[in-house]
């Protein structure tokens, strides 16, 4: 069976890696307040761990002096990144557990290999950085997500299956 590659990881972990300070940012962090009545029934810190599991997550917070960066990364369907950052701005001035946090301004980013002009277009609508941030793997794995839809590649995999069930394999 094939091991399932977490790509998008993968990129919002190089990207940060690579371009940001280190000691800056956070990936995976949690958005939006904790209900009022679960902090009362179990307190801040328990009930923040309860309802965690309910919680958006963007991809990477990353903090300045004078400005906090709501950051998301993608590969494929970049453009519903834009609706993601403007959900995700909505709900941080109310997440009381935002990693360095200290009253600075939000500002949006949207890291992309490559540029949409619609995507760019609808980001800058929204006044939203465009980054773009391309490792040579991705490529590769673009390529590699186009030819699957190909005839050829339908027709390998069919074949695959025929012996693996011929062959009592899975």
């Not at 997440?95 to 609808?122: E, G, K």
């Not at 699957?148 to 590649?153: D, I, L, P, V």
């Amino acid at each position: 069976m094939t091991e399932r590659l977490e790509r998008e990881r993968r990129y919002v972990s190089e990207y940060a890696a690579t371009q940001l300070p280190p000691g800056s940012y956070i990936t995976n962090v949690p958005l939006g307040a904790v209900p009022a009545e679960i902090t009362a029934k179990y307190g801040l810190e328990a009930g923040r761990k309860l309802f965690q599991p309910s919680r958006p997550r963007i991809d990477l917070v990353h903090w300045l002096p004078n400005r906090y960066y709501l950051i998301e990364c993608k590969i494929r369907e970049p453009k519903m990144a834009v609706g993601d950052l403007l959900y995700y701005l909505g709900l941080a001035p109310g997440t009381w557990d935002l990693p360095n946090y200290s009253s600075q301004p939000f500002f949006a980013r949207l890291v992309v290999p490559w540029i949409i002009p619609s995507v760019r277009t609808a980001a800058e609508h929204y006044g939203f950085e465009v980054v773009v941030f391309l490792p040579p793997w991705v490529e590769d794995y673009v390529r590699e997500r186009q030819d699957y839809f190909t005839r050829a590649s339908k027709v390998a995999r069919d074949e695959k299956m025929r012996l693996r069930k011929t062959l009592g394999v899975e």
